[in-house]
DNA sequence: CCACAAAATGATAGCGCTATCATTTATATA
DNA sequence: TATATAAATGATAGCGCTATCATTTTGTGG
C-alpha cells in the first residue's frame, strides 16, 4: 500500500473504471486492457506505468462488461445426483473458484429431480435447450453411458468426474484407486501388519474393483497370500461394515489391521470392535478410503485416503474450456491422474 | 413446447437477444425488458405477445448485459470458518441460488486463513477493499462480535446466520432452537418415555443453553420431573458423547430415552449403547439436534431435528439484498424464525 | 537519409440490456 | 367536441470493456 492509495476516495469495486486507469497512466483503454488481459505487444516501460495506475487506483474488471464486450463466457453445467455432503462441497467450491477465475458461468443440475434412468435423451435435450455449453457429470452418473451418449450426441462437450473406466480416452478428470489403495496396504505393512483383512465395496461397483486390485498388488508385492476367510464384501455402507467387523473379528485368528473400501464400513468395523470390547488401534487398526466428514466425526478418527476433490472440480472446468476451445494442448496436459493424499490418523498403530 | 419452436434454428444460449424478441412480437426492446422484468405499464393484450415470442425463441435474458446496462449488480460476500461440509454445501446451495435469481455475485471468504482473532478491522478493511457491498457471516463467526462491529464499521451492512442472539434487533436469519428442542421432547414423551437422559452442549455456547432450556420447558410442560443425574454436559463431539452415553446406561435406573443437544453427541451415545450389549432403539431410544450427514450414515438412522439451512441461507440474500437497498417491508417480513423438521427415524421407538 | 517492416499504441463500434426522457394512445371530464 | 391527464409505448445514450481496424513509432538495411 502505497501513501498516495489513502488520498483516493475509493467508493467500491466499480467507480474505478479502464478509463481512469488510462487517464491516470497517460495512455489509451486499449493499452490498459493488453496489460491487464496480458496480451504482449506493450513496451515494458508502458507496461509498468500502468501497473502503478491500476495499484494506486486498485482498479478491478468488471467482469459483466468483459463478459459482455468479449462474448466468451460459456455457460457450464455441472450435473449431480445424490452425492454426499461433503462430496457435492468440495466440487463446488472447485468449481466455482475455475469458472470465476476464467469469467464463466456455473449451472447446477440436481438429476435427482429427473429420474435420469428413464429418459436420457430427454435430459439431454434440456441441457441443451438450457443453452449450456459443456457438461460436467460427477459421480455416480458420470458412469451412466446412456447419459452421457445422449449428451454427447446432442452436441455437449463432456467432461466426466472420477469415471470408472479412467483408462478412457474421452475427457475425465481421475484419481487412481488402484494406486491409492496399494498405497494404504504398504502403509498398513510398514506398520507390522501382516494378517490384513479387507472389506470390498458392492462387485457391481468398478471402483470397488480398482480398489481391491490395489489391495491384491500391494500384498503380493509384499508377498503376503490372500486368504479367503479374511476377504469379506460390503456394500459401502455403515451397516455392511458393522456385519464385515463383527465376522472379521470373530475368527479364531483375527486380522491385526481391516481395510475398508470406503469410511462409512470402516466406521462400521470401528463400532463392531467396540461392541465386542475391543480397543481401536490397540487391539484391532482400521483403514478407510474417501477421508469424508464420517472419518473425524467418529472416535478414534480414522486413517484414509484423501482424494483432491477441489482440485479435481477445478481442473474439469479448465479441461472442459479446453475441450470447448479446441485447446489440445491443454487436453493433453490434463490426461494425468491426480494425487491423492494418504491421512495417517489415530486408528491405525504400529504392531509393537 | 409449440410446434413452430422444432422449425427455429436454436444455436446457443446467447444468440435469442431481446432484439429478435422485440421484432417478433412487433413491439419495441423495451417493451420486451418490460414484460421480462415484470414492470408493469404493459397492456395485458401486449404482454401476451410479448410472452409468446419469448417462449417461441426461448429468450433467455444475458446476465451479463442486464448487470452491465442495470449497473445494480451487488457483490455479497459470504464469510465462513471450518464450517460441517454438509452444512457448507446447504448455505452454498442457498445463496447461489438466491443470487442466481437476482443476478448478484457471491464472494466466498473463507476465513480459516485468517485468524479472525487477531485483527478484526484488519479483516473487515480487506472485505471492503475487494469492493463487497454485505456480507453474510454464519456460524460459528456469527457470534464474533468483535469482527460483525468492525465489518459494520467499515460501512458493510451485515446479515448473521443463527446467531446465538436471535432476539436481536440487526438483520438476521435464524430457527427457534428452544421451539425446536420442545418439540423433540414432546416426540419422545409422545412415544411413552418418561425418564428421558439429556445431554448438553458447552456451556461456554449459547446454543447449547437454547437447546437445553427447550428440554427444560418441555419437560415442565409434560409435569416431568428433571433428574440431575440424568443431565450431563458433552462438548458437541463424538467422543464426548461416547462418554456420556456410558454414564447414563450405566445407572441403577437408566433412561429408556435420551436426548442429546447435536447428532455427532447423539452418534456417540448410540455408540456406547452397543459397546454395553444395548440394542436401539428396543432397549433406549436417542435422538439428536440439526440432522447432519452422520444422522443418516451410521446405524441405525437418528432421528432428529433438522434445520432448514438452504432456506435459511436464500433468505439471507435476500435479506442482505433488501438492507444495502433500503427496503424496510422485506427487512420486516424477515424478522420471524424459521420453520424446523423433524426427523424420525429408526433411533426412537415406543415403549411398549 | 530514405524505404520498408514490425512493434506499439490508439480510436471506436458494438456486445445486450436498462434508465431515462420523449412520444403516442387511451380515458375521463367539462 | 375539446382538453387534460394517465397509461402505454418507443428511442437512445450509455453501462465497462474488447475485437478490430487505423495510425504512429521504432528498428533495420541499403
Not at 486499449?30 to 505487444?41: A, I, Q
Amino acid at each position: 500500500m502505497t501513501e498516495s492509495r489513502h488520498t483516493v476516495n475509493i467508493k467500491s469495486r466499480h467507480s474505478v473504471t479502464i478509463k481512469e486507469v488510462a487517464e491516470r497512466a497517460g495512455v489509451s483503454l486499449m493499452t490498459v486492457s493488453r496489460v491487464v488481459n496480458d496480451k504482449g505487444l506493450v513496451k515494458e516501460v508502458t507496461r509498468e506505468k500502468v501497473q502503478k495506475a491500476i495499484e494506486d487506483l486498485n482498479y478491478r474488471p468488471n467482469i459483466s462488461a468483459r463478459r459482455l464486450a468479449g462474448g466468451q463466457a460459456l455457460f457450464i453445467g455441472l450435473l449431480y445426483h445424490n452425492p454426499s455432503p461433503g462430496y457435492l462441497t468440495k466440487i463446488l467450491l472447485g468449481s466455482l473458484s475455475a469458472c470465476r477465475r476464467n469469467g464463466h458461468h456455473l449451472l447446477l443440475e440436481d438429476l435427482g429431480e429427473k429420474t435420469p434412468d428413464s429418459e436420457p435423451k430427454e435430459v439431454a435435450r434440456s441441457l441443451k435447450a438450457a443453452g449450456l455449453d459443456g457438461v460436467i457429470i460427477t459421480p455416480p452418473m458420470s458412469n451412466h453411458m446412456p447419459l452421457i451418449k445422449a449428451i454427447e450426441a446432442a452436441g455437449l462437450p463432456v467432461v466426466r468426474v472420477s469415471p470408472d473406466n479412467i483408462h478412457t480416452t474421452k475427457p475425465r478428470v481421475a484419481m487412481d484407486d488402484v494406486l491409492a489403495a496399494r498405497h494404504m496396504l504398504q502403509h498398513l505393512v510398514d506398520k507390522g501388519h501382516i494378517r490384513i483383512g479387507f472389506v470390498k465395496g458392492p462387485s457391481d461397483h468398478p471402483s470397488a474393483h480398482h480398489r481391491f486390485e490395489g489391495f491384491e498388488a500391494g500384498m503380493a508385492e509384499n508377498n503376503l497370500a490372500l486368504e479367503d476367510a479374511l476377504i469379506l464384501e460390503g456394500d459401502f455402507t455403515y451397516r455392511s461394515g458393522l456385519d464385515a467387523g463383527r465376522i472379521l473379528l470373530s475368527l479364531d485368528q483375527p486380522p491385526t489391521a481391516i481395510f475398508a473400501s470406503n469410511d462409512d464400513m470402516a466406521a462400521g468395523i470401528v463400532a463392531s470392535a467396540h461392541m465386542l470390547g475391543l480397543n481401536v488401534p490397540d487391539d484391532v487398526s482400521v483403514a478407510g478410503f474417501d477421508d469424508t466428514e464420517l472419518a473425524t466425526n467418529i472416535w478414534p478418527e480414522l486413517t484414509t485416503i484423501q482424494q483432491p476433490i477441489v482440485e479435481m472440480s477445478r481442473r474439469a472446468v479448465e479441461l472442459l474450456i479446453a475441450v470447448i476451445r479446441n485447446d489440445k494442448d491443454t487436453v493433453n496436459a490434463y490426461r494425468g491422474l491426480m494425487d491423492f493424499k494418504l491421512m495417517s490418523r489415530d486408528s491405525v498403530q504400529s504392531i509393537d
